[in-house]
């Protein structure tokens, strides 16, 4: 009997120390360009609240980049996502790179960068650039903030609307109720849908909020698919009051 208390302790301490939140770091180098050959290599480094990424181009197009999680050190996080992005690039390395923009909520800590860029601008660019000029409305779910931005055929903002200081309805408030449902992050979109009636939104307004009611929810029975449903709907909902 105190062997058996012992392994299921022992299974919940495991179950405990998974870390459900946790999205996948990857990186990529395009297997059919060559570095070497190219006229301009440009890069970009956005050091966001949550994740941080690099980008190189060859001659305007994309030969390589990386999306790792930010760090508690700014500066560490801009080094090691380029780091990551050079990796496999068969010798390039940081000083080969003729010019460099730093972006995100960390840009001014990007020490090798040449410019920096408010991310709502590099986003419309972005956009523009890769989609054409036909973009008009560019949505970013970010870690703390999602913003909504309009821009012109020119990839230029016209206009930008940014939700309330509040992790709910972006990437943090899903890495909460992850961790809180004990599923993990990649699934949590495809199980919200598992349902036959659209549950009502949980609290939208405050991701502490939002976390205390869907504990209530559980202990009521709510199966963890009704509850990422609610979320969901929250989330879904508070996206479309701000696009519009």
Same mark, same amino acid.
């Given at each position: 009997?105190?062997?058996?208390d012992v392994q299921q302790f ?17 990186? @990529?180098?395009?297997? #059919?360009?060559?570095?070497? =050959?190219?006229?301009? %290599?440009?890069?970009? !480094?956005?050091? *966001? ?34 780091? @990551?992005?050079?990796? #496999?690039?068969?010798?390039? =390395?940081?000083?080969? %790179?003729?010019?460099? !923009?730093?972006? *995100? ?51 230029? !903002? ?13 990437g943090r408030g899903m890495e ?69």
């Open positions: 009997c105190a062997l058996a022992e299974i919940g301490k495991r179950k405990s120390e998974i870390e459900y939140w946790r999205w996948k770091e990857y990186g @990529w180098v395009s297997p #059919d360009m060559d570095w070497r =050959k190219g006229k301009i %290599i440009s890069a970009g !480094v956005d050091v *966001g609240s949550v994740s941080s990424q690099a980008v190189i181009l060859v001659d305007g197009t994309l030969y390589a980049y990386s999306n790792m999680r930010t760090g508690s050190d700014s500066p560490n996080s801009a080094r090691n996502s380029m780091d @990551w992005a050079l990796k #496999d690039t068969g010798g390039l =390395k940081l000083e080969d %790179i003729q010019y460099i !923009v730093g972006t *995100g909520y960390g840009r001014i800590n990007v020490p090798f960068a040449h410019r920096t860029i408010t991310e709502i601008a590099c986003h419309a660019r972005g956009a523009n650039f890769m989609y054409g000029p036909t973009v008009r409305t560019v949505l970013d779910m970010g870690g703390q903030d999602c913003k909504a931005i309009r821009c012109d055929e020119k990839g230029k !903002v016209t206009a930008f609307l940014m939700n309330d200081k509040c992790a709910a309805g972006t909460v109720f992850a961790d809180l449902l004990a599923v993990p992050i990649a699934d949590i979109g495809e199980l919200s849908f598992q349902v036959e009636v659209e549950p009502p939104p949980v609290s939208s307004t405050c991701v502490v909020f939002a976390k205390s009611e869907a504990t209530g929810l559980l202990r009521q029975g709510w199966p963890k698919n009704k509850v990422l449903a609610a979320y969901c709907s929250a989330m879904a909902h508070r996206v479309y009051t701000l696009l519009e």
